[in-house]
């Protein structure tokens, strides 16, 4: 719902800074807890310029399941299962994504960010308890013990809005960010990109193509996607002094595009240049304000870490907002957004800082290494390991996450990529095949989540269901099955007599004795952000 602002102040549980996916997602996800919003955004319309952000991950289409709109995004978006590294003319090596948990959904698609937009500005249409106002821009803010007062200019005259808490959502310039005084610490690289959406016929396959040093960008890299429509991002590695308009006027542009679609006939459909950042918030919480997205970090977008990112901000943001609201958790479970999400964008910016580096060398030695590395590569195993064209976006694993009731097998994220993902507390439940008597629409373990706790257990004296303070389905692993097959059990790894408790936003919180109510009680204390008894 769109409306104009017709009160000097408004009071709503929630304000949020921004229209954009985050925002509109972090949006809808509150309204799912019966939580309204509105939405502060500095345009004066939707901007749906250019295909922006494009890989969507798995665990991330469950984010937006969860909103509504993730069958759309799939079947309208590009499906790929392969990832192609080339150096000039010689592959260097494949990564393939095999299902995961039997999820209803592909490892990535690519989507333009602009048409996802539109879907959830679709969602949020339908949505009472989501106001959007465009043409507001924020300007200030108050807080205290209550709530959380924001001043806006509008083109006519200026207006406050209150809430209970501000949800940051305002992008890599975010005025929330500055206005609770946070520093954005990293650094900027020297190294343009020259990143277009060209419409064309193309011989390619549906998979990611990176090209180290081609004879078409040498000493650079090249990296082709495949987009609906018949649309292709590509994504050029181009000097710092890289002039767009020259490259325009001059033919450049156009001969850059020729070396890659050939004679087939091609239309520009958006292009721009950009200089990837890698900067960090100092908090995520300031108070009653949270950050989310690139208001709260930025990071260079090999490996698809950033959009995907910013959803995980939300999902992890809302819930939790949501249960302070209601009463059913505090100060710790809010300050617990910091300590995980803070932490997820800290590996993300490890990663991508890792490729950006390999990207773009910072000096002559670290250049040679890199042609002599990449040049081995074509004939050597040991040396392809060390190639980094991005490692691929995977949800961060809560292992040391206070809400976490830890595990003693395993701590750590995993340094390397392919590690496989562990069915432990601090990590995202796998998805199964599974059956709700009474609810058909229910039809794979994930559909279970994200209005609640879920407990899963074999034993058939399971504690009871509860439906307030807070919500916590109780479901016996038998029960779920589908024609007996023991999948979801198997996915859990479960061993008899265990309880496997997950949060609202799908992360396994503990896994604990079945027969043992206290400590099932305490997990869920846990898990909400009541202390815990050393």
Request: proline share 6%.
């Amino acid at each position: 719902m769109t409306s104009s602002d017709s009160a000097s102040t408004t009071r709503q549980p929630v304000v949020i800074a921004g229209a954009g996916p985050v925002a509109l997602t972090a949006a809808l996800l509150l309204a799912r807890w019966d939580v309204s919003s509105v939405l502060l955004e500095a345009k004066p319309t939707r901007e749906a310029v250019g295909s922006k952000a494009i890989c969507f991950q798995r665990d991330v289409l469950d984010i937006l399941d969860r909103v509504g709109c993730a069958r759309q995004a799939v079947g309208e978006g590009v499906t790929w299962w392969r990832g192609l590294t080339l150096y000039r003319d010689h592959e260097l090596f494949e990564t393939t994504f095999p299902q995961a948990g039997q999820s209803a959904f592909p490892p990535f698609i690519n989507l333009s960010q602009s048409q996802l937009e539109e879907y959830l500005f679709d969602r949020v249409a339908e949505e009472p308890r989501v106001d959007v106002r465009f043409g507001h821009r924020v300007v200030g803010l108050d807080q205290d013990d209550a709530a959380v007062t924001v001043d806006v200019e509008t083109a006519s005259e200026g207006t406050r809005v209150t809430g209970r808490y501000l949800l940051g959502c305002d992008g890599a310039g975010s005025t929330v960010r500055k206005l609770v005084g946070l520093p954005f610490e990293g650094h900027s690289f020297d190294e343009q990109f020259l990143i277009a959406d060209i419409r064309a016929e193309l011989p390619f396959p549906t998979e990611r193509r990176f090209h180290f040093d081609p004879a078409w960008n040498p000493g650079r890299q090249v990296l082709v996607h495949p987009q609906p429509h018949s649309l292709w991002r590509i994504d050029w590695q181009v000097p710092a002094d890289f002039d767009l308009e020259h490259a325009r006027a001059s033919g450049e542009l156009d001969a850059r595009i020729r070396r890659i679609t050939g004679d087939a006939p091609y239309e520009i459909d958006w292009v721009s240049v950009y200089r990837f950042h890698q900067r960090i918030a100092s908090s995520l919480r300031v108070g009653r304000v949270l950050l989310a997205g690139d208001s709260a970090h930025l990071m260079s977008p090999f490996g698809a870490r950033g959009l995907n990112s910013g959803a995980q901000d939300a999902e992890n943001a809302a819930w939790k907002l949501a249960f302070a609201l209601r009463g059913w958790a505090g100060e710790r479970l809010l300050d617990s957004y910091h300590h995980e999400r803070h932490a997820a964008a800290r590996e993300n910016l490890r990663v991508t800082g890792e490729t950006m580096r390999f990207l773009a060398p910072q000096d002559d030695e670290q250049w040679a290494h890199r042609r002599a590395l990449l040049q081995r590569a074509v004939t050597d195993p040991t040396a392809r390991a060390q190639v980094n064209s991005g490692k691929l976006a995977e949800p961060y694993w809560y292992l040391d996450s206070p809400l976490t009731t830890p595990a003693d097998d395993i701590t750590g994220f995993p340094e390397e990529a392919g590690v496989d993902r562990p069915v432990v507390p601090g990590v995202l439940c796998p998805d199964a095949p599974c059956r709700v008597a009474g609810r058909p629409q229910v039809r794979r373990l994930r559909q279970l989540f994200g209005d609640g706790f879920v407990v899963l257990v074999h034993a058939s004296d399971a504690p009871q269901s509860r439906a307030i303070e807070p919500p916590i389905q109780v479901h016996r692993i038998a029960d779920l099955e589908v024609d007996g097959a023991d999948v979801i059990a198997t996915a859990l790894e479960a061993a008899p007599g265990s309880a496997t408790l997950v949060r609202p936003d799908g992360h396994i919180a503990a896994v604990v004795d079945a027969a043992d109510r206290a400590s099932i009680v305490a997990a869920v204390g846990r898990a909400c952000g009541h202390a815990v008894a050393a």
